[in-house]
């Protein structure tokens, strides 16, 4: 009976991406299963003369309610593969059941597989990369009965710089940021100041929605300097109006790496933002996978306390009202 609810399943979601397809937006993921049960798709999607190739994680395990979504952005010369290798999502949703999309940006957009972050077409909602990624995360929440209220979006380094944009842009969308080893939205609009943000750090511009974020950065960065961190974070607790510097702790992760946490609440009292600093790290994702690249094993587990936060963060009614 379950293989046949399977089959069943994945025929109605081809159905309804080639319904898409047929309208010029999508094409329907083509799924593999593992030994699992759990599915891995690749899919090609198209919006506003744009396209875009990715992956979805479908894990077999289904808590009997609509699932999370997460959307994950690789770091420049990665790809999909490789950043879900890192980073260990996929052992995360098949632990929790939540989706996990990754977008792979192409040669032809960027040389180096960059998000084009530091590019004013490309910072605005409804325009650009930020238009097709929030495009392609509203079919794949269609396509697969996602939890609207559970969305959030992760990123390392420009893909950490393209999440931001899209908390930033689309709060009625994402419910939570995660951000590791990148830019703060608006520190750059062209290659010549995003160059001087990644040497020296700048601060971003632009108004902010109350968007929860949580973000890691080394301080021994020598790609993206440690200072955009702290610029990060400064610009989410600007969203929270009346936040307030809660706690501080200093400890080790299990392999041996020290870090110093910062929690941020807001003026209600809830946590709001999360600034996790991690002592002699690079660029790299923390706790990582070696398999995969511009990963640091030493920890600590980024993927973790990244869901973690996420979960403890549903979208409220006040990130809605902002895009209204």
């Known amino acids: 009976m379950n293989s046949f609810l399977d089959r069943l399943a994945r025929a109605a979601r081809r159905l309804a991406g080639t319904a898409l397809r047929g309208m010029g937006l999508a094409q329907a993921p ?57 980073t260990q999502m996929n052992r995360l949703a098949q632990a929790h059941g939540f989706l996990v999309l990754y977008p792979a940006q192409t040669r032809h957009a960027n040389a180096h597989r960059c998000w084009n972050w530091f590019k004013a077409q490309h910072q605005q909602r409804d325009r650009g990369e930020p238009a097709v990624l929030a495009a392609l995360t509203q079919f794949v929440m269609s396509v697969y009965d996602v939890d609207p209220a559970r969305v959030y979006v992760a990123g390392l380094s420009a893909g950490g710089a393209m999440a931001d944009i899209l908390g930033r842009a689309y709060p009625d969308l994402f419910a939570a940021v995660g951000i590791h080893s990148g830019v703060s939205a608006g520190a750059a609009t062209d290659l010549g100041s995003a160059l001087s943000a990644m040497k020296s750090g700048r601060p971003g511009t632009g108004e902010r929605p109350p968007m929860p974020t949580i973000v890691f ?108």
Request: charged share 20%.
């Open 30 to 86: 083509e799924t593999a299963g593992g030994p699992t049960g759990d599915e891995w798709a690749d899919g090609l999607f198209a919006h506003q003369h744009r396209s875009v190739a990715y992956k979805l994680f479908v894990p077999r395990k289904n808590t009997g309610r609509r699932r999370p979504l997460v959307l994950m952005l690789h770091g420049c010369s990665q790809n999909p593969e490789d950043f879900a290798t890192g």
């Open 217 to 324: 950065h080394g301080d021994a960065d020598s790609t993206v300097h440690p200072r955009n961190g702290e610029h990060v974070v400064a610009a989410a607790l600007a969203g929270h109006r009346g936040a307030s510097h809660t706690a501080e702790s200093r400890t080790q992760s299990l392999n041996g790496r020290s870090v110093t946490r910062r929690t941020y609440a807001d003026a209600y009292g809830r946590d709001a933002v999360e600034y996790w600093l991690l002592h002699d790290g690079g660029h790299a994702w923390a706790g990582g996978n070696p398999e995969g690249s511009f990963t640091d094993p030493s920890g600590p587990d980024a993927s973790a306390e990244m869901l973690r936060f996420f979960l403890a963060h549903p979208r409220t009614d006040r990130q809605t009202a902002f895009a209204a």
